[in-house]
């Protein structure tokens, strides 16, 4: 039984579109994470929710957009998209916000914009 | 703020041999450090960490990683490399108090296991 799951994992779509990525855990975890790997597979923190409610949001284009409608799920937006976007995105979970709590990564969602 | 080096981008070892995989950091104070693993296909799995007390710490599968501090690095090593260890390693330093914002990752190291 898979603990993060994202949907999709692979997403090909051209410039100017909107897209989203799901991500759902089933470990109970009050803290959820967005993550992006760049080509050169540097792994950057993006946002983060406690409980529904947005704790961290780095400098990230407002075209992104996480959405968590219950503490299980946390869903990404990502409007009018560049090619600067194309990259693997993580979902990650841990119990409570600290980076001592261990992060439970998804597999990823490789996106690519063309 | 705290930065996080990885100078090996591949190593290739035979199955059976012994592993090190470097990590450097900076950082002014003792950070926290970890060590994840990226299987093909996979997310990150964390390895072992290292947020104070005993310098050489046990994980998972085998690893283990020796914290010095004289030398800036949180290295990680294995005894036996099995073929089942081939995966993208990353090294990770956190900044105290330890917000999940203060984590930085390495670019990772590549390891290939022959037969």
């Known amino acids: 039984d898979t603990a993060v799951s994202q949907t999709p994992k692979y997403l090909v779509t051209q410039m100017g579109n909107d897209k989203s990525i799901k991500c759902e855990q089933n470990?109970?975890?009050?803290?959820m994470y967005w993550y992006k790997q760049d080509s050169k597979k540097f792994l950057k923190i993006m946002f983060s929710?406690?409980?529904?409610?947005?704790?961290i949001n780095e400098t990230v284009p407002n075209r992104f957009s996480p959405k968590s409608p219950d503490k299980a799920h946390l869903n990404l937006h990502i409007n009018s998209l560049e090619l600067g976007d194309s990259a693997v995105y993580f979902c990650?979970?841990?119990?409570?916000?600290?980076?001592?709590?261990?992060?439970?990564f998804g597999p990823g969602t490789r996106l690519t914009v063309l | 703020a705290q930065s996080v080096t990885q100078p090996d981008i591949h190593i290739t070892v035979s199955e059976g041999a012994s592993l090190e995989l470097r990590c450097n950091y900076s950082y002014g104070a003792t950070p926290y450090l970890f060590w994840y693993v990226q299987s093909p296909g996979q997310g990150l799995q964390l390895l072992l960490k290292y947020f104070s007390g005993d310098t050489l710490v046990q994980g998972i599968k085998g690893f283990e990683a020796e914290f010095k501090r004289s030398q800036s690095s949180f290295n990680l090593r294995k005894p036996s490399v099995h073929w089942s260890d081939a995966a993208e390693y990353f090294c990770?330093?956190?900044?105290?108090?330890?917000?999940?914002?203060?984590?930085?990752f390495g670019s990772g190291t590549q390891l290939t296991v022959l037969p």
């Open positions: 990770a330093v956190g900044a105290r108090p330890g917000s999940a914002r203060q984590l930085t």
């Open positions: 990650a979970s841990s119990e409570g916000g600290g980076i001592y709590n261990e992060q439970f």
């Open positions: 929710y406690n409980n529904k409610e947005l704790i």
């Open positions: 470990l109970g975890h009050d803290t």
